[in-house]
């Protein structure tokens, strides 16, 4: 987040927006054009490549139908994964960090289970199948997985496997390797007074999420032989430098063409690209919080906070500004106060790098969001007319028409048919349709009342009682 102006904010979300797209047409492509199938042929010259390292076994990757299989113990040993065999059911259990994987010898069906989330099941192209006395595990599914990304290079034969986190990642502890461009180091004094700030702003970084609130208190590492200095281009160079030893990139630049920010997916990168101007300089206070509010991205998932607000002129269904509370993650500068909806998805990450971006916050919804009309007495009040106004993210206007309409039942309730977040919309905001609604309720004697409810709220009810149903209350006056 580039503090220049409040458009900034703006430009910054697209461009994360839009590199989730692009990295959806990617992912898609390779789907397509990689053509594993058409190789079936020449299934014994195939090689696998993890972090620009051959995996070598004496049992040879196999193709399959068009799915390349690996022996499992070469490829889980090398993602860091830890393995159960059950010789009396032929299953296996895969786990690494939050994460558990059940799969069963000559069974489509697997088992996907993340830590306090409900067992998801996943139908694979091909089951795990022995082969010449060991056990042949699809490479796609079990990398991707466990946060590796998989590429296939046709000319080289080669399956080509990166992972941006660590296998042997610590708990709540986070390293970086930092990179700065080469005129930010010259204007700053030279490499040798660049790396003392940059240590020094990684402690205040620390400082900053200092709150007991968390689970344990995040600690952010950085060493002298971590930080490097490059040619070129700030951004270019967030989204291709390799970090398989770090949880994190971080890449500094006081001359950037464009607006920085946190890169998730495959990037695991913060593109720290801060001018030197009202705000300071990169290595000073503003910039230290603007980091602190990216690395809250990084390790929770957390959300823009600033994405969920509504303008009272922007709102002409009411005419009433919606106010996000209090957050290094609303506008970060100058506050270190954590809100709990942040708290609650870093505590959520246990401390590892996430591993399911895309599904990862969509997940926190309750089963059940519901409205309740009561009379000024309390009484549930039925057949009161309600409308859901949506709120895009970032957009901080209320869109004036409604993408839901109904009647409250007998018992004053209505109860929605589905989530009107629309969670898993892939190439929004962390996979989440709309960031808020102004709820609006026309009671049968001409009275309207408004409510606002925003996605961070609703959430935070699901965080802390995940069983109950969310639901918004309105008594007439
Ligand atoms: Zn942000």
Redesign the pocket.
């Known amino acids: 987040?580039l503090p220049i102006s409040v458009t900034n904010k703006y430009i910054?979300?697209r461009c994360r927006t839009s590199m989730l797209f692009i990295l959806c047409i990617l992912l898609g492509g390779i789907m397509f054009t990689g053509t594993f199938s058409k190789l079936a042929l020449a299934y014994d010259n195939i090689s696998v490549e993890l972090n620009g390292q051959s995996l070598i076994s004496e049992h040879l990757p196999i193709l399959k139908d068009g799915i390349t299989l690996v022996p499992l113990r070469v490829i889980f040993e090398s993602l860091g994964v830890e393995v159960k065999w059950e010789e009396s059911t032929k299953t296996i259990t895969a786990s690494r960090w939050q994460r558990n994987i059940l799969m069963a010898i000559g069974q489509e069906q697997a088992y996907m289970q993340d830590k306090d989330q409900p067992q998801r099941q996943i139908k694979l192209n091909i089951p795990p199948q022995i082969i010449n006395n060991a056990t042949y595990v699809p490479l796609r599914f079990v990398s991707e997985s466990f946060g590796g990304k998989v590429e296939w290079n046709a000319q080289q034969r080669k399956v080509i496997i990166r992972t941006q986190s660590p296998p042997d990642a610590n708990p709540w502890e986070y390293r970086i390797l930092a990179g700065v461009t080469e005129k930010t180091v010259e204007a700053f004094g030279g490499m040798d007074a660049v790396n003392e700030m940059i240590v020094k702003q990684i402690e205040a970084v620390n400082r900053g999420f200092q709150n007991n609130a968390f689970i344990e208190i995040p600690r952010f590492t950085i060493r002298h032989e971590d930080i490097y200095q490059f040619e070129g281009d700030g951004r270019t160079e967030s989204l291709n430098k390799f970090h398989s030893k770090h949880e994190y990139l971080l890449i500094y630049d006081a001359f950037p063409e464009g607006g920085g920010?946190?890169y998730g997916g495959e990037y695991q990168a913060i593109y720290h690209a801060w001018p030197t101007g009202v705000f300071g300089t990169l290595f000073e206070s503003n910039a230290t919080d603007g980091l602190v509010?990216?690395f809250a991205?990084a390790i929770g998932n957390?959300l823009?906070l600033?994405a969920i607000s509504v303008d009272a002129e922007r709102n002409l269904i009411s005419g009433t500004e919606y106010k996000v509370a209090q957050s290094i993650?609303d506008y970060p500068y100058g506050e270190t106060v954590w809100d709990d909806h942040t708290i609650a998805s870093i505590n959520k990450a246990g401390g590892y790098p996430i591993q399911d971006e895309e599904r990862y916050t969509a997940e926190q919804f309750p089963e059940i969001i519901e409205v309740l009309t009561l009379d000024r007495v309390g009484r549930p009040t039925p057949n009161v007319k309600i409308r859901l106004y949506p709120v895009h993210w970032f957009g901080n206007e209320v869109v004036s028409e409604p993408i839901s309409m109904a009647h409250s039942g007998v018992n004053g309730v209505w109860k929605l048919e589905k989530n009107p977040f629309e969670p898993f919309s892939i190439g929004k905001p962390w996979s989440i349709g709309y960031a808020n609604f102004l709820v609006e309720v026309e009671y049968p004697n001409g009275n309207k009342h408004y409510n606002w409810m925003p996605v961070d709220q609703v959430q935070l009810h699901r965080y802390r009682l995940p069983d109950q149903s969310y639901r918004l209350t309105f008594r007439d006056s």
Do not use: P, V
Request: aromatic share 16%; proline share 0%; charged share 25%.
């Open positions: 987040m910054l979300k920010g946190w509010h990216e991205h957390a823009d600033y993650m």
